[in-house]
Structure formats: structure tokens, C-alpha cells
T-cell receptor, first 112, second 112 residues
Framework: SQQGEEDPQALSIQEGENATMNCSYKTSINNLQWYRQNSGRGLVHLILIRSNEREKHSGRLRVTLDTSKKSSSLLITASRAADTASYFCATEGGQGAQKLVFGQGTRLTINP | DSGVTQTPKHLITATGQRVTLRCSPRSGDLSVYWYQQSLDQGLQFLIQYYNGEERAKGNILERFSAQQFPDLHSELNLSSLELGDSALYFC???????????FGPGTRLTVT
């Protein structure tokens, strides 16, 4: 079973708008990571936020983490057509083992 | 390009057969991970190796096995294949102490 659950499952917005995706998880974590996957291709690491961090930025990406609510959000500002992809959150919580537990993903479509 | 290579890209085989998927991690990465992505199960962690030793096991079937060789490349062996084994198989690598995982392009396995 998946630990992370993304919300919404699908999101369609106009180019230039901001996109927000949410992720909830069930158990304690060491870190939470966001990945992007273009259709049928490999996953691309976007950003990692550790359990003692609350917010992190990388270019047009902003990730927040609320460990008390066991939730995270990914904000993509000024969206572009090239941002069309599936976005997954993944949690890492094992002691010494770095396995990632992925959510089902959010399918983001940016309309030109 | 993540620096992780996987071969072959596509594999079509019949039920009952055995296949081997190969992964070369990024230069310097000691950890290798295998994941399976299917429509019904999503992205599932299978197994992790670190410097040649098994480190963590996930939802890996007994018909599946893996190993990491002294040159750090890894192989995932799938035997007695069933239709339900059709999926994308990803390899990822990482370098401690960071936790970012870098994914290869995947091997698409089709069992007929």
C-alpha cells in the first residue's frame, strides 16, 4: 500500500497560473521528496525537504512540510507547458534504509 | 540525463520465461534501488543494495531476485513470469549521506 496520497489526482490549469499539489502520509519520516515523471519516462528528482525543515524553495518550486499534520505541498509558480507531467511525493522513513514510498501522483496539465 | 543507465529499454517475453534487467548507477553512487511501476500498484519499492550488500527489501516477489556486483552495477532477475509482471522497472542510485535518488529511464517489460 502507498504511504503518500496526493491530492488532487489530476489538475488542469492555464499557462502562467500557479499549481498546488498536496501530499499526505501516515507514519513518521526522515524526509519527503517530490519527483516529476513525464509520460512513461524516468522520474526526475525535484526537491527534498527534511523532517526538521518547514519550507524549501528551488527556482519556481516551493515545498512546505507540516509534520504535525503529516502533509506537504508543492507549489509551482508561473506554470509552463513543459511542466505538464505527473508529480509524485515520496517519503523516506526507514532507519538506515533509504527506500522511498511513493504516492499515486498528481497528473498536472498546463494548457497553453 | 540522470547518469543512471538501464538496459534493455523494452523487453517482450512470454509467460513462464526468465529475464534479466541491468542497471549501472551514477558514478560514485554506492546504493542501488529497484522499483516497479504498474497501473494498478503504482510505484513500488522492490529492493535496495549498498556496496554489494542487500540493505532493504520491499514488495519483491520470491520469483524475483537481484544482486549488485563489485563494479556496483546491479541486475534484477525475474523468473516464471506472469502477465501481471508487465510493468516499468526502474533502477535508481544515490550517494550517502544525501538522500536524493536518481532514476534511470526504466525498462518496460511486457509479458504475453
Amino acid at each position: 500500500s502507498q504511504q503518500g496520497e496526493e491530492d488532487p489526482q489530476a489538475l488542469s490549469i492555464q499557462e502562467g497560473e500557479n499549481a498546488t499539489m498536496n501530499c499526505s502520509y501516515k507514519t513518521s519520516i526522515n524526509n519527503l521528496q517530490w519527483y516529476r515523471q513525464n509520460s512513461g519516462r524516468g522520474l526526475v528528482h525535484l526537491i527534498l525537504i527534511r523532517s526538521n525543515e518547514r519550507e524549501k524553495h528551488s527556482g519556481r518550486l516551493r515545498v512546505t512540510l507540516d509534520t504535525s499534520k503529516k502533509s506537504s505541498s508543492l507549489l509551482i509558480t508561473a506554470s509552463r507547458a513543459a511542466d505538464t507531467a505527473s508529480y509524485f511525493c515520496a517519503t523516506e522513513g526507514g532507519q538506515g534504509a533509504q527506500k522511498l514510498v511513493f504516492g499515486q501522483g498528481t497528473r498536472l496539465t498546463i494548457n497553453p | 540525463d540522470s547518469g543512471v543507465t538501464q538496459t534493455p529499454k523494452h523487453l517482450i517475453t512470454a509467460t513462464g520465461q526468465r529475464v534479466t534487467l541491468r542497471c549501472s548507477p551514477r558514478s560514485g553512487d554506492l546504493s542501488v534501488y529497484w522499483y516497479q511501476q504498474s497501473l494498478d500498484q503504482g510505484l513500488q519499492f522492490l529492493i535496495q543494495y549498498y556496496n554489494g550488500e542487500e540493505r532493504a527489501k520491499g514488495n519483491i516477489l520470491e520469483r524475483f531476485s537481484a544482486q549488485q556486483f563489485p563494479d556496483l552495477h546491479s541486475e534484477l532477475n525475474l523468473s516464471s513470469l506472469e502477465l501481471g509482471d508487465s510493468a516499468l522497472y526502474f533502477c535508481a542510485s544515490s550517494a550517502l549521506p544525501t538522500y536524493e535518488q536518481y532514476f534511470g529511464p526504466g525498462t518496460r517489460l511486457t509479458v504475453t
